[in-house]
């Protein structure tokens, strides 16, 4: 018998897709079968809250091969066998687990906020430092922050209690300012004149980890016109307000407005928090194609269209053309 909690380290079952594979469910122990080796083997698996493990059984004799579970059997036959064992085991773990590593609340509010403002998915790249990740810019590949789990006295704290924390970029002409030794500090493991690193244990309000997390993408970028956060967030809504009526424009040439081209994908997450549809009409920012937002912030594309067509601007197959409706800034 293999017990599979080793591999099972840091990552979470899901007993749906479990059944969808072809688990069977009694009582809350899931067990799947499958045969091997010309029929001649089956693989058992058996997971539950308690125990996760495999057996092969010989089906002549309906007994354990335990010969597979042993590192130093060697041979053709077993080499196969194992083989196609573990085959299906590593399939199992891929196509119904996924990896968990960070435990606090926070750390989890930060993994979400991050793929749905972004889109992005941590990257684990150490083999052997598993609970260390780093979420990068698709744009130019950079990294903009980091999750680790930490003993706090690597943050100059007298305490061996384990932390999960988040490295950031900062600007480094401001972070003297912002570094406390208590609640923000020092980039761990970083520049430390250009990151700095929170605890993820709600000494800082979610909010305001958010918040740096968007100005750490934007640093990424290579931020160009100096602008971020707020100050950023503010002119682009501010170059909305002018956009005549009966045209549009691409969120590049909201970018390239700002001083920074590289900023259009930035410009498309700032839409999407438009805190006043009516008074900025982001409606009027379209991809490079003339193409309407698949997820438009006031009601997706058939309000979009909508507020387009009140201009006078014709919407087919949910486009606009850009050589006819598109404001070239004189």
């Given at each position: 018998?293999?017990?599979?909690?080793?591999?099972?380290?840091?990552?979470?079952?899901?007993?749906?897709?479990?059944i969808?594979?072809g688990?069977?469910?009694?009582?809350?122990?899931?067990?799947?079968?499958?045969?091997?080796y010309?029929n001649?083997?089956?693989?058992?698996?058996?997971f539950?809250q308690?125990?996760?493990y495999?057996?092969?059984?010989d089906i002549?004799?309906?007994?354990?091969y335990?010969?597979?579970?042993?590192?130093?059997?060697?041979?053709?036959?077993i080499?196969?066998?194992?083989?196609?064992?573990?085959?299906?085991?590593?399939?199992?773990?891929?196509?119904?687990?996924?990896?968990?590593?960070?435990?606090?609340?926070?750390?989890?509010?930060?993994i979400?906020?991050?793929?749905?403002?972004?889109?992005?998915?941590?990257?684990?790249?150490?083999?052997?430092?598993?609970?260390?990740?780093?979420?990068?810019?698709?744009q130019?590949?950079?990294?903009?922050?980091?999750?680790?789990?930490?003993?706090?006295?690597?943050?100059?704290?007298?305490?061996?209690?384990?932390?999960?924390?988040?490295?950031?970029?900062?600007?480094k002409?401001?972070?003297d300012?912002?570094?406390?030794n208590?609640?923000?500090?020092?980039?761990y493991h970083?520049?430390?004149?250009?990151?700095?690193?929170?605890?993820?244990?709600?000494?800082?309000?979610?909010?305001?980890?958010?918040?740096?997390?968007d100005?750490?993408?934007?640093?990424?970028?290579?931020?160009k016109?100096?602008?971020?956060?707020?100050?950023?967030s503010?002119?682009?809504y501010?170059?909305?307000?002018?956009?005549?009526?009966?045209?549009?424009?691409t969120?590049?040439?909201?970018?390239?407005?700002?001083?920074?081209?590289?900023?259009?994908?930035?410009?498309?997450?700032?839409?999407?928090?438009?805190?006043?549809?009516?008074?900025?009409?982001c409606y009027k920012?379209?991809?490079?194609?003339?193409?309407?937002?698949?997820?438009?912030v006031f009601?997706?594309?058939?309000?979009?269209?909508?507020?387009?067509?009140?201009?006078?601007?014709?919407?087919?197959?949910?486009?606009?053309?850009?050589?006819?409706?598109?404001?070239?800034?004189?």
């Open positions: 018998m293999r017990n599979l909690k080793g591999i099972l380290k840091n990552k979470t079952i899901d007993y749906e897709k479990l969808k594979y688990f069977v469910n009694d009582n809350d122990i899931y067990t799947y079968k499958a045969k091997i010309h001649q083997f089956e693989v058992n698996i058996f539950s308690e125990k996760q495999s057996k092969l059984i002549e004799n309906n007994e354990e335990a010969l597979v579970d042993i590192e130093d059997s060697v041979g053709e036959f080499g196969n066998l194992k083989e196609e064992y573990e085959c299906i085991i590593e399939d199992i773990i891929t196509n119904c687990t996924s990896k968990e590593v960070f435990k606090s609340n926070q750390a989890k509010e930060v979400e906020y991050v793929e749905q403002r972004y889109g992005d998915k941590l990257e684990f790249l150490w083999e052997k430092f598993d609970d260390n990740a780093i979420w990068r810019n698709k130019n590949n950079k990294w903009y922050a980091l999750l680790l789990t930490v003993s706090k006295r690597k943050l100059g704290i007298e305490s061996d209690d384990i932390v999960e924390i988040i490295d950031l970029r900062y600007q002409e401001e972070i300012r912002i570094i406390d208590k609640n923000i500090f020092p980039g970083m520049n430390k004149k250009s990151w700095i690193t929170i605890k993820l244990d709600n000494s800082v309000d979610i909010k305001q980890i958010y918040k740096l997390i100005n750490s993408y934007n640093l990424s970028i290579g931020n016109c100096g602008l971020t956060g707020d100050s950023l503010q002119k682009v501010d170059y909305l307000t002018i956009i005549p009526k009966g045209k549009v424009v969120y590049k040439q909201v970018a390239e407005h700002l001083g920074n081209k590289g900023l259009a994908r930035v410009v498309g997450n700032i839409l999407h928090k438009n805190p006043d549809g009516d008074k900025y009409p920012v379209l991809n490079s194609k003339g193409e309407l937002a698949e997820a438009f009601g997706g594309k058939g309000i979009q269209k909508k507020r387009l067509e009140k201009e006078k601007i014709k919407v087919i197959n949910n486009m606009v053309d850009l050589k006819l409706y598109q404001w070239k800034e004189q």
